[in-house]
């Protein structure tokens, strides 16, 4: 069975440090893996994917994550954090049956000026 | 190009009542998932819907909740005779016809305070 770890409940960095957003995963086969990120009072928006494909995937906002399969992680990382990344980071794994998706309990990142 | 639409955005219930939520998919979308999240936890999988069919709904209560996804018209999850811990935000999700690739479009969520 698939299983999504996000390692820290809240981060908390300063205008342009970077950001890390850690998140193991549990698979038996390869797996998808997504962030997805949810500003307050909004719905989710996916961020980046990955399908087996290069191992860093690039996906919006500046925000990437690479794919370690001997660790079984898929962190997410930006050079330099920004105000408006302040938002609930969700880890995603997609199940061997194609449809559903499990959720990791989330990461809130906080922005100081 | 609409997005995910749901409706009400917040939904204020009294014990007993009967809450009916609402999600239009995006244009093109015939697969619709529910979810529900709780106060500072995740998103919790209810359920998982395509036109006329259920094809998932291990993650539903198995009392007062039940969803549809009728031929014409939106998605509605309805629960009946709610209680205080149903307080949650509700988020409907759509996928194209090829199924789930993983990547979901999320409504803003419907917001049930049960008083």
């Known amino acids: 069975a698939q299983s999504v770890t996000q390692l820290d409940s809240h981060v908390s960095v300063s205008e342009g440090t970077p950001v890390l957003l850690r998140c193991n995963y549990s698979?038996?086969?390869?797996?998808?893996l997504f962030w997805y990120v949810q500003h307050p009072n909004k719905g989710l928006q996916l961020l980046l994917k990955?399908?087996?494909?290069?191992?860093l995937v690039k996906g919006i906002n500046g925000f990437e994550a690479e794919f370690k399969k001997s660790e079984t992680s898929f962190h997410l990382t930006k050079p330099s954090a920004h105000m408006s990344d302040a938002a609930e980071y969700f880890c995603?794994?997609?199940?061997?049956?194609?449809?559903?998706?499990?959720f990791g309990a989330g990461t809130r990142l906080f922005v100081k000026a | 190009n609409a997005g995910v639409m749901q409706n009400p955005r917040h939904l204020v219930r009294r014990r007993g009542q009967e809450a009916r939520l609402r999600c239009s998919p995006m244009?093109?979308?015939?697969?619709v998932y529910w979810y529900r999240q709780l106060p500072e936890e995740g998103l919790k999988f209810m359920v998982y819907?395509?036109?006329?069919?259920?094809?998932?709904e291990s993650g539903m209560p198995k009392e007062r909740f039940s969803a549809e996804f009728p031929k014409e018209g939106p998605s509605i999850l309805r629960i009946q005779q709610v209680v205080r811990g149903d307080s949650a935000a509700y988020f409907c999700?759509?996928?194209?016809?090829?199924?789930?690739?993983?990547?979901?479009?999320f409504g803003e969520g419907s917001r049930l305070t049960v008083l």
């Open positions: 999700a759509s996928s194209p016809p090829a199924g789930n690739t993983g990547e979901l479009f």
């Open positions: 698979s038996s086969y390869s797996p998808s």
């Open positions: 990955y399908t087996s494909a290069a191992t």
């Open positions: 995603v794994v997609l199940n061997t049956g194609g449809f559903k998706t499990i």
């Open positions: 244009k093109g979308h015939s697969h």
């Open positions: 819907l395509q036109k006329e069919n259920i094809i998932d």
